[in-house]
C-alpha cells in the first residue's frame, strides 16, 4: 500500500520528512554559517535540529502505537511516498520512499535521543582549558588536539575560561550531518535509500575518526574503517544488484522491486539458493558495519576519534545498524534457513572473541570498543535463533548504557587531559564523583546485574540461544561472566582503591553540559529495561516477567521471525520457551560472581591479578595483543598487497604511466595541433569555419557513397 | 486557451513591453529612473512566468496561428527561459554602469523574448527572425559598457562571424522552401530523399551549430566568452544554445512520418552523418582544447562547446516511443539544456563576484586559495564545477545519465543504433578528458596557496542571490530529477500521442487549424 505524504491518511506520520531534515538544516547552517557567525555557538543550530527531529520521532512513535488496523499506519507493508526519485522504464519509478513502523519508530527515538545527549555532552567535551598543560602519554585527543594547535597551546594566559577546540564547527556540522544520514538509513522504504543511508553513515563515521587528521594514528584510523567497510559494503551492494535482478519480473506493474513491501511479498518466488545468496550478501554488508567476525577490526581503532563520537557512532547508533537491517529483511533471511544459522553463529563467535580480548586491556576506550563488538555478536545471535524482538530490545537498552559508558570514559579522559591508560591513574571516585557514579550505573547494566536494562535483554537472547542449541546458549553465559568481570575490572582499576593521578594533570569533575547527559544516560540505563518487561506474580524474583509491551509493540515487524520459530518448535513449545526463570537466577549469579571475581582481583588482592598473568603468560599475551589479529592481518594480507603493489607501482610507473603520459598526450597534441586555428584574426576563424564545413561535407559524401 | 492572439502571446508582449519601457526609463534624467529599469525587467520576466504557468500545457492538441505553434515543446522551452531568465537577470545586477542599466536589462528582454518566440515559430520566415532576435542583442551585450578593447574586439568577431552564420542558415532556408512550395512548418512534408532537402538542411544546420557553438563553428566561442564580461558569458551559454536546439527540433521534426518516434529520427542520411560529425568533433575539440587552458573563462568557454556536443548526442538519438525517460534523447536534451544553462550561469556568477588584482577574477591564479579567502563562493563554484563534470547528487550527474543512456538504448535499427553507441563512448571518454580541467578549478580553490588574494566584491547581493538560486537549483534538481524530467518529458507525449479527432471537432478556436498529424492523416487517406 502507498500514501503519499501529505495526505490525510498519513495522519501524524507526516512529520517524519522532517526526523532527516532539521538536522541537515542545522548541519548545513552550521557548515555555510560556523567558522564565520556561529564560532563558539556552532553547538546551537545542531542540538536544536536534533531536539526537532527528537518531538517528531515521538510524534511517530505516538502515531504508530497508537494506529487503528485498516489505517495505513496500522498496516505493516505501507509505504509512505516522498517523491519520485529517478525513473529506470517506462511507467516504473525509483521513489524516495519511508517505511514506517514499530521499529522504524524504537530506532529513531534512540537514535535521535542519544544524539541529542551526546550533541549536549560535546558543547563542553569539545571545549579545552588554557592553564592545563598538555601532557597525555598515550596521545589522547584533547592532548594531541592541544599539541596540534599552536594557537591553543600557545595562549597560555591565567584564565580558566574553557574555549573551543580547533575544528568545534566542523565537528557539529558532522555530528549533524550523521543524524541525518542515520534516520535517512532508518526510515528508507526501500533498499536504494537504505544503500545511500549506510554509505552516507560510513562517510561521517569516516570523517569523525579522522577529526583529529593531524594525528597519524587518527588519519590510519579513519582510512582503516574506511577500507574494511568497504568489503561489506560492495556484498552489500551486490546483494541489492540481485534483490533488482531477480525480482524485476515478479515486481507488480509500476513498483519498484526494491521496495520493501514489494521485495518482502516477492522474495519466495525465488530459489531457496537465490535466496541465501541475498542474505548471505547483504548480512556481509552488516558483518562490516556492525564489526563482526572477520571484519571488526576496525571499531578499536576507530577509538581514535573523540569520545563522544564513539560514545554516539561507534556504540549506540551506526554499528547497530547491521542489526536493523538484517531485523528488516527478516522475510528474505527466514526464508534462507542456512544464513540465519551462519548469522548466529557468527554472532555467537564474535560475542565470546571480543569478550576475551577485553579482559586483557588497559585502554578504557578500547575496552569499551571490544565490548560493543561482543554486545553486538549478542544481537547477531539473538536474530540468528529467531528473537528478532529480543536482539532489538538490547540494541535499545545497550544505546543507553554503552552511550553512558563511552560519555563516562571520555569524562575521565577530559578530566585527565587525555590519559586513558589504566595503568597509569586509579581511585578517581572522590575526584569524579558524579562521573564514578553514573559509569558504576552504566558497568552494572553491561555486566548484566540483575534489574537493570541489561540484564532483561541479554538474558531474553542467552534463553533463545539455550532453546535453539546450547552449544550457543552455553557461549553465551560464558560472554556474560567475562562481560560482567572485563567491565568490573576496568571500574576497580580506574576509580577503586587509592588516588593515583598522572603527575601534571589537575582532574576536575566535567561541567554541566556533560555532567547531566550522564544522569540522563544513567536513568536510562536503570529504567529502560522495563519497557521490555511486566510485572506477574510469580515471576523472576517474584514479580517480574520477560516479553512486555516493547515485545508486543514490535511483534508485526518481526512476525517472520516468530512465524519460523513457531512453525520450527510448535505454538506450545515457542510459548514455553519464554518461560522458566532458572537461566535468570543463573546468568543473575553468574553476573554477580564475575563482578565479585574483578572485586577480589583489581581491589582485595591484586598481586593476584599479577600472579595470574604470570603464571598464564602466553595467554595473556594472546589476549593481551587481541590474538595477535591485527598482525595477522598485516602479515597474510597487507604486507603481501603491499609488496604487491610496490611490484605493480613499478609496472604503473613505467608502462601503464607511459601509456596515460601517451594517452593524454593525444588530446595535448590534437589541442596543440588546433590550436593555431585559435590565432584571434576574424579573417582565419571564417576560413576555418568554411574550411571545416568543407571537410565535414567531403565526410558526410564519403560516407552517405559506402 | 483559446485562439485569440494577444491572450496566446501575452507572456512574450508583456517581456517585450517591459523592455521597451526598460529602454526608455534607462534615458530618463533621474537617478531613480535609471535604476528603476532593473526592477522592472525581472518583474516582467516574473509576469510572464506567471501568465505562461496559469495557461499550462497546451489542451489536447496543439494550436496553429499565424505562422505559429502554440504546443507543449513552447509550453516547456518559454517556463525555462523565464526562469533562467531571472536568474541571468539577478547576475547582471550590479554589471552595467547606471547610465545603461536601461539598454543592458531591455537587451537581455529582447533576447528572452527572442528565445520564447522561437518555440513558437510555425514558420520558415519567423523561425529565421526569431532567431536572430536572439542573437542580435547578444551581441549588443558582449561589447556594451566595457571600455575594454578585447571587449569590443570580441563583440565585433562576434557580430561578424554570427551574419555569417545567418547568411548559411536563410541560405538553407531558402532550399528548404524550395523543396517544399511553401515556409509553413506543418504544411512542409519534406521527404528525406530530396537532394534539395539535404543540402538545404546541411546549410541550416551549420547556421544552426554557430549559435550553439558547435564545431567547426566554434571558434569564435572562446574570445568571445573571455572578451565579454562574466555574467554576459553566463547568459551566452544559454540563450543563443536554446533557440538553436529549438531550431534544430523543429528542422528535425519536418521529416518525421505522422507514426512519428518509432525509433529515433527519420532524416536523411547525410543529414545523420553530418550530425554525427558535428557533435564527435565538438564534445572532442572543445574538451581538448579546454584542457590546455589557464584562462578559466577560456576554459569554461571550451566546456560551454563540449556541452554542445554532448546536446546533439541527445538530440540525435531522439525521441522513442517505448521504454521510458532513459531511452528518450529529446527529453535528455531538454533536460540538459536547463541544467546546463544553470550551472554555466553559476559558474560564471562566481567569477564574476570574485576580484582579484582589482579586477573580476579569470586566470585560475586569481582562484588560488578561494576555499580558505571566500569559503562560500568557493563552495558555490565546487557546486557548479561538480555539477559541469556530472558528479552526483547534482543536477549534471541525471542530465548526463539521461544523454547517454539515451544514445546507448535508442535502440535504432542497424548502423543508425550501432553509431548512436560509438558516440555514446566518444561521450563519455570526453567526460574523463574534462573532468581534468574542471578538477583543476575546484583544486585551485581549496589545495592551492593564495596568489592574487580573491575577495569577493561588497555589496553584490544580486548576484549573490542568483548565485543562491543556481545552486539551490543544481542541488535540488540532483535529488529530485523527477519534477523537471516530467516537464522536459511534455512536448514528447505531445508528439506521441496524436490528439483525438474528436476533441479537434470541437474546438474552440475561431480558426481551425491543422494540425501535422491531420495533415500526415489527409495524405496517408489520399
Request: charged share 10%; aromatic share 12%.
Amino acid at each position: 500500500m502507498m500514501v503519499p505524504f501529505g495526505s490525510t491518511e498519513a495522519g501524524m506520520l507526516n512529520a517524519a520528512p522532517l526526523v532527516p531534515l532539521l538536522p541537515l538544516l542545522g548541519a548545513a547552517l552550521v557548515g555555510l554559517l560556523g567558522t564565520r557567525m556561529l564560532k563558539g555557538a556552532s553547538h546551537w543550530p545542531v542540538i536544536i535540529g536534533i531536539a526537532g527531529a527528537l518531538v517528531a520521532s515521538f510524534l511517530i512513535l505516538g502515531a504508530v502505537a497508537s494506529a487503528q488496523p485498516g489505517t495505513p499506519a496500522g498496516q505493516p507493508d505501507t509505504t509512505y511516498r516522498l517523491f519520485s526519485w529517478f525513473s529506470p522504464l517506462e511507467g516504473l519509478w525509483f521513489d524516495v520512499n519511508f517505511c514506517i513502523d514499530a521499529l522504524t519508530a524504537i530506532m529513531l527515538v534512540t537514535v535521535c535521543g542519544i544524539s541529542l545527549l551526546v550533541a549536549i555532552y560535546s558543547r563542553d567535551y569539545m571545549r579545552v582549558t588554557e592553564t592545563e598543560t598538555p601532557e597525555g602519554h598515550e596521545g589522547g585527543p584533547s592532548a594531541a588536539e592541544r599539541l596540534a594547535d599552536p594557537h591553543v597551546h600557545g595562549h597560555q594566559s591565567g584564565h580558566h575560561q574553557p574555549v573551543p577546540e580547533r575544528g568545534y564547527e566542523r565537528y557539529f556540522a558532522f555530528i549533524g550531518l550523521f543524524v541525518f544520514s542515520m534516520c535517512t538509513l532508518v526510515l528508507a522504504g526501500n533498499f536504494l535509500l537504505l544503500y545511500l543511508g549506510w554509505e552516507a553513515v560510513g562517510l561521517c563515521s569516516y570523517l569523525l575518526i579522522g577529526f583529529y587528521y593531524q594525528r597519524p594514528a587518527a588519519a590510519a584510523a579513519a582510512k582503516k574503517a574506511f577500507l574494511v567497510n568497504r568489503i561489506g559494503d560492495f556484498g552489500f551492494g551486490l546483494g541489492i544488484l540481485f534483490l533488482y535482478l531477480w525480482l524485476s519480473p515478479w515486481a507488480p506493474d509500476g513498483r519498484s522491486p526494491l521496495d520493501y513491501d514489494v521485495a518482502f511479498a516477492t522474495i519466495h518466488r525465488l530459489d531457496t539458493w537465490q535466496i541465501t545468496t541475498i542474505a548471505l550478501l547483504l548480512f556481509c554488508g552488516a558483518v562490516g558495519k556492525s564489526a563482526q567476525l572477520p571484519l571488526y577490526v576496525w571499531l578499536p581503532d576507530a577509538m581514535e576519534g573523540p569520545s563522544p563520537v564513539s560514545a554516539l557512532i561507534h556504540a549506540a547508533t551506526m554499528v547497530t545498524a547491521g542489526v536493523y537491517m538484517v531485523v528488516r529483511c527478516g522475510e528474505i533471511f527466514v526464508q534462507a534457513p542456512v544464513a540465519l544459522a551462519i548469522v548466529a553463529a557468527v554472532g555467537a563467535v564474535t560475542a565470546l572473541f571480543a569478550a576475551t580480548i577485553a579482559v586483557a586491556q588497559y585502554d578504557m576506550k578500547r575496552i569499551l570498543a571490544y565490548s560493543t563488538i561482543s554486545q553486538l555478536g549478542y544481537m547477531f545471535l539473538g536474530v540468528g535463533v529467531l528473537a528478532a524482538d529480543s536482539a532489538i530490545f538490547h540494541l535499545f537498552t545497550h544505546a543507553f548504557f554503552k552511550a553512558l559508558l563511552f560519555l563516562g570514559a571520555g569524562s575521565v579522559m577530559h578530566a585527565l587531559a587525555g590519559i586513558i591508560d589504566l595503568r597509569q591513574f586509579g581511585g578517581l571516585r572522590r575526584v569524579l564523583p558524579v562521573t564514578y557514579a553514573t559509569f558504576v550505573i552504566g558497568a552494572l547494566a553491561l555486566a548484566g546485574f540483575p534489574l537493570l536494562s541489561g540484564f532483561f535483554s541479554k538474558d531474553e537472547i542467552i534463553h533463545a540461544a539455550f532453546a535453539h542449541h546450547p552449544v550457543l546458549g552455553t557461549i553465551g553465559l560464558i560472554t556474560a561472566v567475562l562481560t560482567a568481570f572485563y567491565t568490573f575490572r576496568m571500574v576497580f582499576m580506574a576509580f577503586a582503591g587509592p588516588e593515583r593521578i598522572p603527575a601534571g594533570t589537575h582532574p576536575h569533575e566535567s561541567g554541566r553540559w556533560m555532567l547531566v547527559p550522564l544522569v540522563l544516560l544513567a536513568v536510562g540505563a536503570v529504567g529502560a529495561g522495563y519497557v521490555g518487561v511486566h510485572m506477574k506474580a510469580g515471576g523472576f524474583l517474584g514479580f517480574i516477567e520477560p516479553h512486555g509491551p516493547f515485545h508486543r509493540f514490535l511483534a508485526p515487524v518481526v512476525e517472520p521471525y516468530a512465524a519460523t520459530l513457531h512453525a520450527r518448535v510448535g505454538h506450545e513449545a515457542a510459548g514455553a520457551a519464554h518461560e522458566g526463570h532458572v537461566l535468570m537466577y543463573i546468568s543473575a549469579l553468574l553476573a554477580i560472581a564475575g563482578i565479585l571475581v574483578a572485586y577480589v582481583l583489581y581491589v582485595r588482592r591484586r598481586d593476584w591479578a599479577k600472579q595470574a598473568r604470570e603464571a598464564f603468560p602466553v595467554a595473556y599475551q594472546v589476549l593481551h595483543n587481541k590474538y595477535y589479529v591485527d598482525e595477522l592481518n598485516d602479515a597474510a594480507i597487507v604486507r603481501p598487497l603491499w609488496d604487491s603493489s610496490r611490484v605493480l607501482f613499478g609496472v604503473d610507473r613505467i608502462v601503464v604511466d607511459g601509456l596515460v603520459w601517451a594517452v593524454s598526450a593525444v588530446p595535448r597534441v590534437m589541442g596543440f595541433l588546433v590550436r593555431p586555428l585559435q590565432n584571434g584574426a576574424l579573417q582565419s576563424y571564417g576560413v576555418s569555419m568554411t574550411a571545416g564545413m568543407a571537410v565535414i561535407v567531403l565526410i558526410v559524401w564519403l560516407v552517405s557513397r559506402t | 486557451m483559446n485562439g485569440d492572439l494577444f491572450t496566446l502571446l501575452a507572456p512574450e508582449l508583456i517581456v517585450i513591453g517591459g523592455a521597451v519601457l526598460a529602454l526608455l526609463l534607462g534615458l530618463g534624467a533621474s537617478p531613480g529612473a535609471r535604476s528603476a529599469p532593473r526592477a522592472l525587467a525581472l518583474l516582467s520576466v516574473f509576469a510572464a512566468f506567471l501568465v505562461t504557468w496559469y495557461y499550462g500545457p497546451s489542451p489536447a492538441k496543439p494550436l496553429e496561428l499565424a505562422g505559429m505553434r502554440f504546443d507543449s515543446l513552447a509550453y516547456y522551452i518559454r517556463l525555462i527561459a523565464l526562469s533562467v531568465g531571472a536568474l541571468v537577470l539577478l547576475v547582471h545586477w550590479h554589471l552595467p554602469h547606471p547610465a545603461e542599466r536601461g539598454d543592458v536589462f531591455a537587451m537581455i528582454l529582447f533576447s528572452l523574448a527572442g528565445i520564447m518566440l522561437t518555440s513558437l515559430a510555425n514558420d520558415l520566415v519567423l523561425l529565421f527572425l526569431t532567431i536572430e532576435l536572439v542573437s542580435i542583442p547578444t551581441y549588443i551585450l558582449v561589447s556594451i559598457g566595457r571600455s575594454d578593447i578585447r571587449a569590443q574586439e570580441a563583440g565585433l568577431k562576434y557580430f561578424f562571424l554570427g551574419t555569417l552564420s545567418a547568411a548559411l542558415l536563410v541560405y538553407g532556408f531558402s532550399f528548404l522552401y524550395g523543396a517544399a512550395g511553401t515556409t509553413n512548418l506543418s504544411r512542409m512534408q519534406l521527404s528525406p530523399a530530396g537532394g534539395f532537402v539535404t543540402i538545404g538542411l546541411l546549410l541550416a544546420f551549420a547556421g544552426v551549430a554557430f549559435k550553439i557553438a558547435a564545431a567547426p563553428f566554434h571558434v569564435y566561442a572562446a574570445d568571445v566568452y573571455q572578451g565579454a564580461a562574466a555574467p554576459v558569458t553566463g547568459l551566452l551559454g544559454f540563450f543563443p544554445k536554446v533557440a538553436g536546439f529549438v531550431a534544430l527540433i523543429k528542422l528535425l521534426f519536418l521529416m518525421q512520418p505522422s507514426d512519428l518516434l518509432t525509433a529515433g529520427w527519420n532524416m536523411p542520411g547525410a543529414a545523420f552523418v553530418f550530425l554525427w560529425v558535428v557533435a564527435a568533433a565538438t564534445m572532442t575539440l572543445g574538451n581538448v582544447l579546454g584542457l590546455m587552458q589557464t584562462n578559466v573563462k577560456r576554459m569554461l568557454a571550451y566546456s560551454s562547446i563540449a556541452h554542445s556536443g554532448y546536446m546533439l548526442v541527445a538530440l540525435l538519438a531522439g525521441p522513442v516511443a517505448s521504454g521510458g525517460p532513459l531511452r528518450d534523447g529529446l527529453s535528455a536534451m531538454l533536460f540538459y539544456i536547463v541544467v546546463y544553462g544553470i550551472m554555466n550561469l553559476g559558474a560564471f556568477a562566481v567569477l564574476a563576484l570574485i576580484q582579484a588584482r582589482g579586477r573580476p577574477a579569470e586566470e585560475l591564479d586569481d582562484l588560488a586559495g578561494l576555499g580558505r579567502r571566500e569559503p562560500l563562493a568557493a563552495l558555490a563554484l565546487a557546486i557548479c564545477v561538480f555539477s559541469l563534470m556530472g558528479l552526483p547528487p547534482t543536477a549534471g550527474f541525471f542530465a548526463k545519465v539521461y544523454v547517454f543512456s539515451a544514445a546507448i538504448s535508442n535502440g535504432a535499427a542497424g548502423w543508425h543504433g550501432l553509431s548512436l553507441i560509438v558516440l555514446a563512448v566518444i561521450g563519455l571518454i570526453n567526460s574523463a578528458i574534462a573532468a581534468g580541467y574542471y578538477l583543476r578549478i575546484v583544486a585551485t580553490c581549496y589545495l592551492r596557496e593564495p596568489v592574487a588574494e580573491p575577495i569577493a566584491e561588497p555589496r553584490t547581493a544580486g548576484i549573490r542571490l542568483g548565485l543562491l538560486g543556481c545552486c539551490i537549483a543544481i542541488l535540488v534538481i540532483g535529488v529530485w530529477p523527477g519534477g523537471l524530467l516530467y516537464m522536459s518529458r511534455l512536448p514528447f507525449y505531445d508528439l506521441s500521442a496524436p490528439p483525438a479527432v474528436a476533441t479537434h471537432s470541437n474546438a474552440q478556436s475561431p480558426e481551425p487549424a491543422e494540425t501535422t498529424e491531420q495533415v500526415y492523416a489527409k495524405e496517408m487517406n489520399s
